[in-house]
């Protein structure tokens, strides 16, 4: 059994800054790519981040230069640095990883977190 499970999130003031961390857990041989989503209330779910396992990460356009997101396999455990942040930001966050038990990919999704960013 493998769980995704994320944390970090919260009310912040516009402009401020959030780390969101996402820890997979359980039966893993390997994981390929991870990424970070949200859906905001009324809204379809988007792609925040994707880290390929060998390839740049790469962002939604209307994100790039205020996300960072990164990923340490030692720890089965991605991050995404949340800065300058507005309130069109508030959402649900989850992650995304595609992981390899006996040798089979599934892809798994964690709880997601709240992020709530006031005016």
């Known amino acids: 059994q493998v769980q995704l499970v994320e944390s970090g999130g919260g009310l912040v003031q516009s402009g401020g800054s959030l780390r969101l961390s996402c820890v997979a857990s359980g039966t893993i041989d390997s994981i390929n790519e991870m990424g970070w989503y949200r859906q905001a209330p009324g809204k379809q779910r988007e792609l925040v981040a994707r880290?390929?396992?060998?390839?740049?990460?790469s962002y939604a356009d209307s994100l790039k230069g205020r996300f960072t997101s990164s990923r340490d396999n030692a720890k089965n455990t991605m991050y995404l640095q949340m800065n300058s942040l507005k309130p069109e930001d508030t959402a649900v966050y989850y992650c995304?990883?595609?992981?390899?038990?006996?040798?089979?990919?599934?892809?798994?999704w964690g709880q997601g977190t709240q992020v709530t960013v006031s005016s």
């Open positions: 995304n990883a595609v992981i390899s038990t006996a040798g089979v990919f599934y892809a798994y």
């Open positions: 880290m390929p396992s060998r390839r740049s990460t």
